[in-house]
């Protein structure tokens, strides 16, 4: 079973715009993650953050987490064609220590 | 530094034939996964390992599935015989310590595998 759901499923935008990805899960968390899934690089972590944590930054990579809602959201500024892959947010429950992935939202960047 | 190495990237195979699907992690990783993605979905845990321990193998189907783990390092998944739904992708992932759950998983390029 999938404990987030991303929304929206897919996403197409032109290069240079920004992108913004949700997701929602249904238990408590101890974290939660967001990855990104290409055919040339297979699934690779980008950022993580705490329950305790509100935002994070990485690069153009900027993430909120409201647990109060038990929503995330991933954006991506200034998207390039490269940023095209499939982004999927991933829980740690509080009292595990299980990654629970979600579908994923397809992103598509046009040049 | 080399990445997850998973063999082989692909195998097609008849239904009730098994299967063998080999990881090998990033050196002084000690927590392995193997997960199943199906299309259109997130990967799904099938198996845990803390060094040569299973340690969560809830969601591995242990009629077909096979997981081992010797010496701590390199891990082989088998499924025997294979039906048609497993066709998937198996994607193997480690980590230096996934007690905790904090720690970020490290994947590789994934088997996959047709069921025809």
């Known amino acids: 079973s999938q404990q987030g759901e991303e929304d929206p499923q897919a996403l197409s935008i032109q290069e240079g715009e920004n992108a913004t990805m949700n997701c929602s899960y249904k238990?408590?968390?101890?974290?939660l993650q967001w990855y990104r899934q290409n055919s040339g690089r297979g699934l690779v972590h980008l950022i993580l953050?705490?329950?305790?944590?509100r935002e994070k930054h990485s690069g153009r990579l900027r993430v909120t987490l409201d647990t109060s809602k038990k929503s995330s959201s991933l954006l991506i500024t200034a998207s390039r064609a490269a940023d095209t892959a499939s982004y999927f947010c991933a829980t740690v429950g509080k009292y595990g220590n299980k990654l629970v992935f979600g579908a994923g939202t397809i992103l598509r960047v046009k040049s | 530094e080399a990445g997850v190495v998973q063999s082989p990237r692909y195998k097609i195979i008849e239904k009730k034939q098994p299967v063998a699907f080999w990881c090998n992690p990033i050196?002084?990783?000690?927590?392995l996964y193997w997960y199943l993605q199906n299309l259109g979905q997130g990967p799904e845990l099938l198996i845990r390992y803390e060094n040569e321990e299973a340690v969560d193998d809830s969601q591995l189907p242990k009629d077909r599935f096979s997981a081992e783990r010797l010496k701590g390092v390199d891990s082989t998944l088998k499924i025997q015989p294979a039906e048609l739904g497993d066709s998937a992708v198996y994607l193997c992932?480690?980590?230096?310590?996934?007690?905790?759950?904090?720690?970020?998983?490290?994947f590789g390029p994934g088997t996959r595998l047709t069921v025809l």
């Open positions: 953050i705490r329950s305790n944590e």
């Open positions: 238990t408590s968390i101890n974290n």
């Open positions: 992932a480690s980590s230096l310590d996934g007690r905790e759950g904090l720690d970020e998983q490290f």
């Open positions: 050196s002084g990783h000690n927590t």
